[in-house]
């Protein structure tokens, strides 16, 4: 397995909606970690890519999980035909060769997990392999970026203020309607005006957080709708499949949402 095969071969499309990317730019021109901060389903890791792209280097993403062990991300030992070998993780494997790291919705892992990143984000950029009795030094490439959602924050999934505090950081939200039409557009290959329902029925939605959703349609639902319209479905069905549906189970909430497809549709 060589680094060669994260290099992402073509430019993936993203719409900046303000200075994000020159601060990346900056921020990895310091070698500095980042944190992207953003509802779900915003652009976070469309934008790592995007840049990941632009900068020329490898991207190794880590879609993190409650379940995530420490040696998930550095690496253990395994044992093969000729015995027992070292298997270096994502992490590592970015740490040795200069790669970005990503590491998607942190929050998620334990925080006995997330402990291991503390090393790489200060000026010791170091990563102990503690079963392998190795130090391994950072490659000068290499760069930590972890996105977090905080809307999903509670006392059992947060960041510890001991990891917040080592990161630069960036807020996302939703583009403005008139970007977000044109990404949705563009991205499901449909017309201008369902693209501009869509967005509406997205923006009327959002107004519903925290009246019975936790979070609003994001524009990565959009973009599923627009797909299914494609196909041929009609705007009512593709909404009611690739938005109301996924998005919440109690009836009030759907007949309300209903009613806000047939008044935009």
Known sequence: MTIDQYR????????????????????YAARLPVMLKG????????????????????????????????????????LGPEGTHWQ???????????????????????????????SLTD??????????????????D??????????????????KESTKQRFSAVDFTYPMASVEASIVASEADIAADIADKLVKIAEKSRHLRGQGLEEGASTRMLIHAGRLIKTGMTLTDACKHAI????????????????VVDACA
């Open 244 to 259: 109301i549906v996924p998005i919440t189970d109690d009836p009030d909430m759907r007949g309300a949402l209903d009613a």
């Open 39 to 78: 509802p779900t389903g915003c652009g976070k890791t469309r934008f790592v890519e995007h840049m990941a792209w632009r900068l020329g280097k490898p991207l190794i993403t880590v879609s993190c999980h409650e379940d995530m062990t420490a040696s998930d991300l550095v690496g253990r030992f395994l």
């Open 142 to 159: 290499f760069q930590l970026v972890i996105s977090y959602n905080p809307g999903y924050q509670s006392v059992l999934k947060d960041l």
């Open 88 to 118: 270096d993780g994502p992490l590592t494997m970015a740490v040795r060769h200069g790669a970005i790291c990503y590491l998607d919705e942190v929050v998620e892992a334990r925080q006995d997990t997330t402990v291991v990143i503390h």
């Open 123 to 140: 000026d010791r950029r170091i990563l102990p392999l503690e079963k392998k009795g190795e130090l391994v030094h950072a490659h000068p």
């Open 8 to 27: 992402l071969e073509e430019e993936p499309t993203y719409h900046p909606s303000g200075d994000e990317v020159a601060f990346y730019e900056s921020a």
